[in-house]
């Protein structure tokens, strides 16, 4: 059973961070189908059309037909582990810091045999497990076998929380707690188990709706942070920028209507100025320490986390400077992701639907509860996904769009 995870010690100054390492990284391009299935916290594997045969590892064609008519489909993983061996001596840096590693040979119940690594629970072979495609550090999809049937303390595994972002004993800071999904992300932390919030509020002066409800909770540090003010975020960043282990950035601007329907373009900046260019000012203050503590024992930076929109993907006319603003922020959250890769610094893309909040008033159910949102972001910082679809009409716009862009394009616009 695996043993309840401590709180870390506090750090030693005098000893020095050891640096950020990856596990081995390439991948063929027919590969990164599993990388892509995994990024959403699925695991899929390849099947043929026409002889149905399910195979591993991807492949340009059927190993069994040769056909080249493949298709992704998500599998549920169960299998039995026919055997099993423990790495204590490794040629990848990676590994060789992490000594010793289980890996283990799984039979699926769909057919392909594939290595895994072990989850600690996991009996000796033969035994029944369940197969997940999670991301490894290298931001590439791993294959990770865990026991069929949940155990106590599951996800403070060793091995399995270098594949994670649990928020459990780290520190973080959310941007903007004066709004509803603010405040109930920072509730959420603290009941996963974070060890300290900062709650960052613009203009210090007002006391907004929560206020006391917040600073009751001995978890969390009310701190003055408005992303408009490159002097506040660089300040906070001297201060702070140090310890945060996850970054979860939900400063927002959010007017309704389109261009024609609004004189002017001082909404549209302001929409900017947070969603786009609050984004840059914290990637470029916070960013750099992150990277530098990739890899700084159980309490290392693991996660950035940008509370991004569905319309995103393709603009909503009725929310159409909205829509560009996150279409800019999403754009530059990619950027901000291959540089944060390389010392296993997760980037979490979150694609909500509508939140059930004033600027969403006039547009129909289904509507996302602020509380609902920030319990699947906590959730996903616990798979260690990369990007979340949240609510049904999040997942409707998500599938229309991967089908045919143009199509909703017209069908949104009508």
């Known amino acids: 059973m695996t043993t309840p995870l401590q709180r870390p010690r506090r750090k030693n100054p005098i000893l020095r961070t050891r640096q950020p390492t990856a596990p081995p990284a390439t991948r063929s391009r027919v ?64 590994f060789r810091e992490r000594t010793p590693w289980r890996l283990g040979m799984v039979r699926l119940d769909c057919g392909p045999v594939l290595i895994a690594h072990l989850h600690g629970d996991v009996p000796r072979a033969p035994t029944r497990v369940k ?30 929380r270098e594949m994670t972002c649990d928020p459990k004993y780290r520190k973080v800071l959310v941007s903007d707690a004066k709004t509803a999904l603010g405040q109930a992300l920072v509730k959420s932390l603290v009941e996963a188990g974070a060890d300290l919030v900062w709650a960052g509020y613009a203009e210090p002066w007002k006391k907004f709706a929560g206020f006391d409800d917040l600073k009751k909770l001995p978890q969390v540090a009310l701190v003055p ?31 309704a209507y389109g261009i024609a329907n609004r004189a002017g373009v001082e909404t549209a900046r302001a929409e900017m100025d947070v969603n786009y260019f609050g984004l840059l ?8 320490a992150m ?83 920030a319990r699947a972001v906590t959730q996903a910082l616990k798979q260690g996904v990369e990007d979340l679809y949240p609510g049904d009409l999040a997942q409707e716009w998500l599938a229309r769009w991967r089908d045919n862009p143009k199509a ?6 009508t």
């Open 31 to 94: 590969a990164l189908g599993l990388t892509a299935a995994a990024a959403r916290g699925v695991f899929e594997l390849q099947v043929c059309r026409d002889c149905g045969t399910t195979q591993y590892p991807p492949r340009e064609a059927c190993q069994n037909c040769l056909s080249e008519r493949l298709v992704w489909k998500p599998q549920d993983g169960l299998g039995e582990l026919v055997s099993e061996t423990t790495l204590h001596l490794s040629y990848e840096l990676f």
């Open 131 to 160: 197969v997940n495609a999670c991301l490894d550090k290298a931001g590439q999809a791993a294959l990770f076998a865990v026991p069929e049937k949940e155990t106590p303390n599951m996800a403070d595994d060793r091995q399995l």
């Open 291 to 373: 990277r530098s503590r990739g890899a700084d024992g159980l309490s290392s930076a693991v996660a950035w986390v940008n509370i991004l929109s569905i319309y995103a993907l393709a603009n909503f006319p009725p929310h159409g400077t909205f829509s560009a603003s996150k279409a800019a922020a999403h754009s530059l959250a990619q950027c901000l992701r291959a540089e944060m890769r390389p010392a296993g610094v997760r980037v979490l893309n979150i694609y909500p639907g509508p939140i059930d909040d004033e600027w969403n008033q006039l547009l129909l159910p289904p509507k996302l509860a602020p509380a609902a949102l």
């Open 408 to 413: 909703l394009e017209r069908e949104i616009s």
């Open 225 to 255: 942070l408005d992303v408009t003010d490159s002097k506040n975020v660089r300040e906070l960043a001297a201060e702070i920028g140090g310890r945060v282990d996850i970054l979860v950035n939900t400063a927002e601007h959010h007017r």
């Open 281 to 288: 000012r914290l990637a470029q203050e916070f960013a750099p």
